[in-house]
């Protein structure tokens, strides 16, 4: 049974969210699709700076079974990336949800935060 905090949106494609009350939101991969990925090996980091829509390619995280691209939940600026994936990439297995974050969004419409998917739809979808 994959980990879903209550306290996170999510994407179909298995991004999670997690909206901040400055307008900017922290993203990673659930639970659900770290273990389905396996061993991750590599993630590629979007810029600083880059503007990304909803649905948009941001990256790739690699494992040892296959390479899958990353997108962005919404839409917004990167104003930060987790550095601390280029040495340990398998933080995204370890802690997902923690240390395993990707990027921080500026987000640019609130209304896309609030069409992503609850925990809850979001379990109906991985069963």
């Known amino acids: 049974m994959s980990n879903i905090p209550a306290s996170l949106r999510y994407a179909k494609s298995h991004e999670w969210l997690k909206a901040e009350s400055d307008g900017t939101a922290t993203v990673g991969i ?17 810029k600083v700076g880059a503007a990304l829509k909803a649905g ?3 990256g790739v995280v690699e494992s040892v079974k ?3 691209d990353l997108y962005s939940p919404v839409g917004g600026t990167v104003v930060a990336v987790n550095t601390a ?3 340990a990439p398998e933080t995204l297995n ?4 923690d240390g395993g974050w990707i990027l921080k969004l ?6 896309e935060v609030a069409a992503l998917l609850d925990a809850a739809a979001y379990g109906k979808l991985i069963a």
């Open 85 to 87: 994936l280029d040495k």
């Open 106 to 111: 500026k987000v640019a419409n609130p209304a």
């Open 94 to 97: 370890s802690a997902p949800y």
């Open 56 to 58: 948009e390619t941001f």
């Open 30 to 46: 659930s639970d659900y699709a770290q273990s389905s990925l396996g061993d991750i090996t590599y993630v590629q980091l979007p």
């Open 66 to 68: 296959a390479a899958s």
